[in-house]
């Protein structure tokens, strides 16, 4: 079966980085689009980055442009985030998912096929 297993959370202070990572397996990593969404308490799950089949498109929420990178590896079937100048408000639990490569990135929860357990994020201030 598919399975989809973040890492790389934790507890940092304002203005750190940190970088996630999520093994995939159960799948053909190649043929998914691959994102990270994240759920703060309280509040609906957000999209955060995405990444096509080849990494040569990416796409991310505006929050996060230019602090975080999302990128993968194929050949070891993982996608990575990684994130810089963290913020208070981006406390939250992230979550890898992926969804079968159409041509585009989506942003919404519905269209994700597969979800990861999460990992938590705490970013102190």
């Known amino acids: 079966q598919v399975q989809l297993v973040e890492s790389g959370g934790g507890l940092v202070q304002a203005g750190d980085s940190l970088r996630l990572s999520c093994a995939a397996s159960?799948?053909?990593?190649?043929?998914?689009?691959m994102a990270w969404f994240r759920q703060a308490p309280g509040k609906e799950r957000t999209f955060v980055a995405g990444?096509?089949?080849?990494?040569?498109?990416?796409y991310y929420a505006d929050s996060v442009k230019g602090r975080f990178t999302i990128s993968r590896d194929n050949a070891k079937n993982r996608v990575y985030l990684q994130m810089n100048s963290l913020k208070p408000e981006e406390t939250a639990v992230y979550y890898c998912?992926?969804?079968?490569?159409?041509?585009?990135?989506?942003?919404?929860?519905?269209?994700?096929?597969?979800w990861g357990q999460g990992t938590q994020v705490t970013v102190s201030s």
């Open positions: 998912a992926a969804k079968l490569r159409n041509g585009v990135i989506g942003t919404m929860v519905y269209e994700y096929n597969y």
């Open positions: 159960g799948l053909t990593f190649s043929s998914y689009t």
């Open positions: 990444i096509n089949w080849s990494g040569g498109s990416t």
